[in-house]
């Protein structure tokens, strides 16, 4: 398996097992997975055309939410006058990301340290580390997030994936939870009840059994989420028209570093795990 440049204007790469089997990605927005061909088959939604334009941000692929999942609900940072306050989900999926082969040469391995950038918003020095293991219908990611501080370090995670559906009255949603939060109106409601409105929009975040999937009755596939606590945390996500769904896994809600529920704290000079696995399963 190899890595090389699929579009030079947009630095997009490709990482290849085979002609119906590869991932693109874009080191320099993100380091964001642009697109996953499997088994021949587009799984990812992506919006092109927005993520050329440089006033927006990307819809489309899966990018990367670090160090908040969500928005905070202050006005002000919460680490003093002295830092900016952290803007949706993060700057993770806005920065310029490394990127090589993994020790055997197998998998994708991205990477984000501290900066000044990083520095104007999050006092912290860190490495984030993705793994990222391209198989036949399936995704697999190993997260590792190490504090490289001398204090404790606060960390959310999460990952946005979009995915291509024909129709949202084609779906069908599995192993969810009774009852999720509406995050637009925060409230707790009937998971059945709210995803009936899935064509108008909805926003759910719910806490999983750490599995996730719907399946698309016209694309004749089930998408399943993998994501074992502390990654267990689930959003459904839908933005019509849109033909697309994005299935979520976090590890907290929004304004955990406010509240500080479910927040991780990464002792100094240690490092946190996480892994998920996307599987893509036909349903023909």
Sequence with gaps: MHIKLSNKDQRIF??????????????????????????????????????????????????????????LNTSNSVFGKDYLQLTQHGFARDLQWQYSLNENGKSLCLYLNESKKTKKYYPFDFELR???????????FEIKIHNKTDIAMPINFG????????????????????????????IISNTLDELKNINLGVDLLMYSSGRSAFRDKIFKRQVTLNHPYPFDIGVIWSDPPRRMICLEPWTSPRNSFVDGFRNIMIPSNDSQRFNASIQIKSLK
């Design 130 to 140: 993705i793994e990222v293991a391209l198989k036949i219908n399936c995704l697999e």
């Design 159 to 186: 990952l946005h994936p979009y995915f291509n559906i024909s129709d949202f009255k084609n779906l069908e949603f599995i192993d969810n939870p009774l009852n999720c939060q509406n995050q637009e109106q925060n």
């Design 14 to 71: 490709v990482f290849q097992l085979d002609q119906n089997n590869y991932i693109k990605f874009c080191p320099e927005k993100g380091g964001v997975i642009t697109n996953w061909v499997s088994d021949g088959q587009e799984i990812l939604y992506f919006d092109e055309k927005r993520f050329m334009d440089e006033t927006k941000s990307i819809r489309g692929g899966i990018p990367i939410l670090f160090p908040i999942c969500g928005n």
